[in-house]
C-alpha cells in the first residue's frame, strides 16, 4: 500500500465533508429512555464533486484514480475549502508524549488572541503500526488563545492513540489520510471540446 499526495492542479467545484460518528443509541421499548454509548473509532468522510473539466483535467483525474487501484492505496486529502479563522502564527509541536482524550496540548504558538478559532482544522502525522505515516485530521470545537508559545486545544475527533512529542502540528494546511469508497465512473459531454463530470467519495483510513 502507497500514499499519494491529491494532485495540486485539481479543485473540486464542491465538497461535502461528514464527521461520522460511531456512537450508538440504546431505546428501551418499555420506557422510550435512550442511553448513547461513545465509541472509538469517529472519522472523516468526503464527497468531491469535479465539473465541466477539460480534456487535460480529466486526464490527470482518471490517471490519478487508476492509480489509487480502487482501495488498494491511500490519498492524502484536504478540505479545499477551508481558511484558517484563527490568527495561527508559531511554529506549534505537541508538546507531550502521553496525550489522550478530546485535546491536544501544544507549545510553539506564540501569544496570540484566538490563534485558532472554533471550526478550524489541523492535523499532524502520526507513524502508524505498520509503518505507513497517518495524517491525524481533527476540528477545533472552541476559541483557543496562546500564551507564552503554550495553548491548550479542544478537538474533535478525540484522540485515537498518542502523538508523538514534538509532532509539527499543521495548522494552514491540514490534511488526512483517506480511501475510495467505491470504483468511481465519470460522464462525459461529447463535442469540440469533451467536459466530464466526477463525484468522488473518500472515507478516512483510521489506521493505528
Given at each position: 500500500?502507497t500514499?499519494?499526495?491529491?494532485?495540486?492542479?485539481?479543485?473540486?467545484?464542491?465538497?461535502?465533508?461528514?464527521?461520522?460518528?460511531?456512537?450508538?443509541?440504546?431505546?428501551?421499548?418499555?420506557?422510550?429512555?435512550?442511553q448513547?454509548?461513545?465509541?472509538?473509532?469517529?472519522?472523516?468522510?468526503?464527497?468531491?464533486?469535479?465539473?465541466?473539466?477539460?480534456?487535460?483535467?480529466?486526464?490527470?483525474?482518471?490517471?490519478?484514480i487508476?492509480?489509487l487501484?480502487?482501495?488498494?492505496?491511500?490519498?492524502?486529502l484536504?478540505?479545499?475549502?477551508f481558511?484558517?479563522?484563527?490568527?495561527?502564527?508559531?511554529?506549534p509541536?505537541v508538546n507531550?508524549?502521553?496525550?489522550?482524550g478530546?485535546?491536544?496540548?501544544?507549545?510553539?504558538?506564540?501569544?496570540?488572541?484566538?490563534w485558532?478559532?472554533?471550526g478550524?482544522?489541523?492535523?499532524?502525522?502520526?507513524?502508524?503500526?505498520?509503518?505507513?505515516?497517518?495524517?491525524?485530521?481533527?476540528?477545533v470545537?472552541?476559541?483557543?488563545?496562546?500564551?507564552?508559545g503554550?495553548?491548550?486545544?479542544?478537538?474533535?475527533?478525540?484522540?485515537?492513540?498518542a502523538?508523538?512529542?514534538?509532532?509539527?502540528?499543521?495548522?494552514?494546511?491540514?490534511?488526512?489520510?483517506?480511501?475510495?469508497?467505491?470504483?468511481?465512473?465519470?460522464?462525459?459531454?461529447?463535442?469540440?471540446?469533451i467536459?466530464?463530470?466526477?463525484s468522488?467519495?473518500?472515507?478516512?483510513?483510521?489506521?493505528?
Amino acid at each position: 500500500m502507497t500514499t499519494y499526495q491529491f494532485p495540486s492542479s485539481l479543485t473540486p467545484n464542491a465538497s461535502q465533508w461528514t464527521l461520522v460518528t460511531n456512537s450508538r443509541r440504546f431505546t428501551s421499548p418499555i420506557t422510550r429512555a435512550t442511553q448513547v454509548v461513545q465509541r472509538k473509532g469517529t472519522l472523516w468522510r468526503a464527497d468531491l464533486t469535479f465539473d465541466s473539466l477539460t480534456t487535460t483535467e480529466r486526464g490527470a483525474l482518471q490517471g490519478f484514480i487508476a492509480k489509487l487501484d480502487g482501495q488498494v492505496h491511500r490519498v492524502r486529502l484536504k478540505d479545499h475549502a477551508f481558511v484558517r479563522q484563527g490568527t495561527g502564527g508559531g511554529s506549534p509541536l505537541v508538546n507531550g508524549a502521553a496525550q489522550s482524550g478530546s485535546s491536544l496540548v501544544v507549545d510553539g504558538a506564540g501569544t496570540v488572541t484566538n490563534w485558532l478559532r472554533a471550526g478550524d482544522l489541523l492535523s499532524f502525522d502520526k507513524e502508524s503500526s505498520s509503518g505507513t505515516d497517518n495524517p491525524q485530521l481533527h476540528m477545533v470545537t472552541t476559541d483557543v488563545n496562546s500564551s507564552g508559545g503554550n495553548a491548550t486545544i479542544p478537538i474533535s475527533p478525540p484522540l485515537r492513540n498518542a502523538p508523538p512529542n514534538d509532532a509539527p502540528v499543521e495548522i494552514t494546511n491540514p490534511e488526512g489520510v483517506f480511501m475510495l469508497v467505491s470504483d468511481p465512473a465519470w460522464n462525459n459531454r461529447p463535442g469540440s471540446n469533451i467536459l466530464s463530470s466526477f463525484s468522488l467519495t473518500f472515507i478516512q483510513d483510521v489506521l493505528e
